[in-house]
């Protein structure tokens, strides 16, 4: 495929878009996201038009199109709904899930009673989404999530940049790390990214809208699907949790999950050890979730 250059002008986006859909002429865009692998437009608030910008990010692309094409039948969640098309080049297109990002701010002002409804929906969606036949989900493209550095690897990389405040911290996580087994439910196919950049809230109406964004979803330790939602606040992920176990009447390790939030922060800190900006940025999110952990 032809590559998409980095930071292509929004006008050459329109073209290729409106060259698809002929429709579209006339229409208002966007771009909603400007990363390395995809470019995404908004198209009139209704749409999203995903450009994968090389033949790694094309292949991610349309294997998410694959795999939602078997989860969207088989949950209850609003998932996106997402048709791939090779002209005149390739691209998907989606009805745009309606609401924005469900950050912490963003949450602190859901009422009590959304929130509810809010924990309740997730927790049925996992329940859903785990019960999918892994082989139907394998053979769509699915592999496994990118496993994590060892203990000794994270302390070494972070041990130079970490504030003072969070070493004793630190350094419990990962020594509780190396001595933890393996999951007791072992391994499924999860979504892994279920954070609140990848979930849709329209604070207007009082709805949440869905989740999106399946490009790092694949087999993973069944209690690791449930720490991202503590980059929004614990008190959803309780509450996933919750509505997770009266699906499933599954019990899960709340003390895991924390444990496992604990390692993640640490993680994507070593994980940017070269990187000073990524590393900045990393720590300030462990700072966060170290003064709101459980």
């Given at each position: 495929m032809p590559e998409i250059p980095v930071h292509m002008s929004l006008e050459r986006l329109?073209?290729?878009?409106?060259?698809?859909?002929?429709?579209?002429?006339?229409a208002r865009f966007t771009i909603l996201a400007d990363g390395w692998d995809s470019v995404a437009l908004d198209v009139d608030d209704r749409y999203i038009i995903k450009f994968p910008r090389h033949e790694e990010a094309e292949q991610s692309l349309r294997r998410e199109v694959l795999l939602l094409s078997i989860i969207a039948p088989r949950v209850l969640m609003p998932v996106p709904r997402m048709d791939l098309h090779d002209i005149p080049v390739t691209h998907t297109i989606h009805a745009k899930l309606p609401g924005h990002a469900l950050d912490p701010a963003a949450y602190a002002a859901v009422p009590e009673s959304i929130r509810a409804e809010i924990g309740w929906g997730l927790g049925q969606f996992y329940a859903h989404l785990h019960a999918i036949n892994s082989d139907l989900l394998a053979n769509a493209g699915a592999g496994p999530v990118q496993e994590w550095l060892d203990a000794e690897t994270i302390r070494q990389r972070i041990e130079p940049h970490l504030p003072p405040a969070l070493a004793p911290w630190a350094?419990?996580?990962l020594e509780k790390l190396a001595g933890l087994g393996p999951d007791p439910y072992g391994i499924t196919y999860g979504l892994f990214d279920g954070h609140g950049w990848n979930m849709a809230y329209d604070p207007e109406q009082n709805r949440f809208g869905g989740v999106f964004d399946f490009g790092d979803s694949g087999f993973g330790p069944l209690h690791q699907e449930f720490i991202y939602s503590n980059l929004i606040a614990p008190d959803l992920t309780e509450r996933i949790i919750a509505s997770y176990e009266q699906h499933t009447a599954r019990e899960l390790d709340r003390a895991r999950i924390t444990l496992l939030t604990d390692i993640h922060r640490l993680w994507e800190i070593a994980e940017e050890h070269e990187n000073a900006e990524g590393m900045t940025a990393m720590i300030a999110a462990a700072e966060a979730w170290f003064a709101m952990r459980p």
């Open positions: 329109r073209e290729l878009a409106v060259a698809g859909h002929p429709q579209f002429v006339g350094d419990k996580a």
